[in-house]
């Protein structure tokens, strides 16, 4: 069974830092590409970032709001991906989720969430 | 930056109806990588589409996406009371990925 955990959340004062990380079982990890979303309260889904597999080269793409300040990173060994977050604002305030999507043996495509972990960057 | 606009904000529908949901671009979305999610309150996106028109796996056949270039559509021919949620449309054509601000669905 596919699982993805988050984990790190919590209450960072602004111009601080905090690392998410987001535990993946049940797939090979290492072929897949990876992402984050992030929702703030009461609001629409908003993409934060994309790690490609490193097969496929390991590169990363971020959102306009969060590039140069957000690091996507990822370590197969450990079957993680990390959200490195600096110099925060009030406004990245949301419930973070890390997401993939997959071809399943029948050649369709499903998409695999985690739950989300809160982080609240308030003084 | 593509820049997508769901219209309507909220449609309100009974169960049984037939539902029409748009998302436009700002410019082309080159392939049709156009992606439709559903979220319930307190939960994950779900992938409804992808490729503009392939349902993902094990979404029912009363969802379905059309369009090209820079006009979308989903539509839920019937719906029923587990439908009722917000909508959202992503494109992947290019960085950043950008959503669209949502259509929410809700009982009339």
């Known amino acids: 069974e596919v699982q993805l955990v988050e984990s790190g959340g919590g209450l960072v004062k602004p111009g601080g830092s905090l690392r998410l990380s987001c535990a993946a079982s049940g797939f090979t990890f290492s072929n897949a590409w990876m992402s984050w979303v992030r929702q703030a309260p009461g609001k629409g889904l908003e993409w934060v970032g994309r790690?490609?597999?490193?097969?496929?080269?390991?590169?990363?793409d971020y959102a306009a709001p969060v590039k140069g300040r957000f690091t996507v990173s990822r370590d197969d060994s450990k079957n993680t991906l990390y959200l490195q977050m600096s110099s925060l604002k009030t406004e990245d305030t949301a419930v973070y989720y890390c997401?993939?999507?997959?071809?399943?043996?029948?050649?369709?495509?499903?998409?695999?969430w985690g739950r989300g972990t809160l982080v609240t960057v308030s003084s | 930056e593509i820049v997508l606009t769901q219209s309507p904000g909220t449609l309100s529908l009974s169960p049984g109806e037939r539902a029409t949901l748009s998302c436009r671009a700002s410019q082309s979305v080159s392939s049709n990588y156009l992606a439709w999610y559903q979220q319930k309150p307190g939960q994950a996106p779900r992938l409804l589409i992808y490729?503009?028109?392939s349902r993902a796996t094990g979404i029912p056949d009363r969802f379905s996406g059309s369009g090209s270039g820079t006009d979308f559509t989903l539509t839920i021919s019937r719906l029923e009371p587990e439908d009722f949620a917000v909508y959202y449309c992503?494109?992947?054509?290019?960085?950043?990925?950008?959503f669209g601000p949502g259509t929410k669905v809700d009982i009339k």
């Open positions: 997401g993939t999507a997959f071809y399943d043996s029948s050649g369709g495509l499903r998409d695999y």
């Open positions: 992503q494109q992947y054509d290019s960085s950043p990925f950008t």
């Open positions: 490729g503009a028109s």
């Open positions: 790690i490609k597999s490193k097969t496929d080269g390991g590169t990363t």
